[in-house]
């Protein structure tokens, strides 16, 4: 029986004798359920030993601490890297697993191949690079000057607002005296509607009641129904649009307004565009309002419905 | 637009003005209807004929 501990049987690296089992030369770590383990053959009994390994919270250390309380047998453990350098026991697991390395039990050599670790346990950390610096550089330069930056804004934002404020004012008045005229004259269409609506409820009742009888009358509202229908199809064909109250009476404003901004010559596309302008200018100020007011980040810009 | 839909429009005296603009319509197409049908006996264009309810 050879006795691994037998110094003239030290053996070249690669090469383990032992007389029961023949461990494997190169031990390969595995990873079961995500967690990576270690199969190493101890050498008093020349048993395979499963260790679990934790990569963040053990050190090369805590594994030969651990190798060495498992088999008393093992007197040397110790960790080195391919070349043969050795790393140090305070080293993390997680760092070790990155590459190959080797293991040393009792002058017996093991190549350990780390085998390529799934994408969840890949920590962000990476060679610092130009790049890096670039992009720290911007972000210190961003904390310091970003504040007056805003407030440099707002001003300027301000100082927009009361210049188009001031345009706007003349434009208001007109405009809002065009929407009294038409909102009368859409208003006076609508009961004009209910005139005629009484009208027609009147005539017909009488013609039934009072000078013929329903069997007259009856083919009669039957047609002027129909006749109604046909209006209502019509409108839709004509304006694309839904004969709805709200909206045909919205339609009689527009107009009824246009046609008093023609005569009053109101420029109406500018007082549109001053008012869009306006809208985007107070949206930009109430965005500012959460960095400079309550130091929160800029709120993005939302598409407007 | 919501906080229009939550405010309710009301139309000062709008009973009483509904009222003020339907009746009097209503007698104006009881008189069109009237001269309307007097209109159509005068041309012989239609005269209804005077049946009795059946017994």
């Known amino acids: 029986m050879i006795h691994p501990r037998q110094p003239q049987w030290r053996c070249p690296p690669q ?87 080797q293991l040393l039990i009792n002058d017996a050599v093991y190549n350990i191949h780390s085998p390529e670790r799934e994408a ?31 407030l440099l804004k707002e001003r300027q ?67 002027l129904t129909y006749c109604t229908s046909i209006g209502v199809f019509s409108y839709y064909v004509l304006t694309k649009q839904d004969y709805v109250y709200p909206d045909a009476k919205d339609r009689q404003f527009l107009y009824y307004f246009h046609k008093g901004a023609k005569k009053e010559r109101f420029n109406v596309q500018k007082y549109n565009e001053l008012r869009e302008e306006l809208a985007s200018v107070e949206e930009d100020l109430r965005r500012l309002r959460n ?11 939302q598409s407007q419905p | 637009m919501v906080m229009e839909l939550l405010t309710i429009v009301q139309t000062s005296f709008g009973l009483f003005r509904i009222a003020v603009v339907v009746i009097p319509f209503l007698y104006v197409g009881t008189l069109i209807s009237n001269n309307f049908a007097v209109l159509l006996e005068e041309h012989d264009i239609f005269i209804p004929e005077d049946d009795d309810d059946d017994d």
Request: hydrophobic share 40%; glycine share 4%.
């Open chain 1, 15 to 101: 090469v383990v004798f032992c007389s029961t089992v023949a461990p494997s030369c190169d031990v390969v770590l595995q990873y079961k359920h995500g967690r990576p383990v270690l199969a190493v053959p101890l050498p008093s009994r020349q048993e395979s030993c499963l260790f679990f390994l934790r990569p963040m919270l053990m050190t090369v250390g805590d594994l030969i601490h651990d190798l060495q309380r498992e088999d008393p047998g093992v007197t040397s453990a110790s960790v080195h890297t391919k070349d043969g350098a050795r790393v140090a026991n305070s080293t993390s697991i997680d760092s070790l697993l990155d590459k190959d390395f």
């Open chain 1, 120 to 150: 969840s346990s890949v920590s962000s950390e990476h060679v610092v690079d130009v790049e890096d610096m670039k992009h720290m550089v911007q972000l210190l330069h961003t904390a310091l000057h970003l504040p007056d930056h805003h």
């Open chain 1, 157 to 223: 934002l301000l100082e927009r607002l009361d210049g188009l404020k001031q345009d706007l004012s003349p434009l208001e008045q007109v405009k809002a005296q065009l929407a009294r005229s038409a909102e009368f004259h859409s208003s006076r269409t609508l009961w004009t509607g209910v005139a005629l609506l009484s009208v027609q409820g009147g005539a017909l009742a009488w013609l039934t009641w009072w000078v013929y009888s329903w069997d007259v009358m009856e083919p009669v509202t039957y047609f």
């Open chain 1, 291 to 301: 960095p400079t007011q309550l130091q929160l980040p800029v709120e993005q810009i």
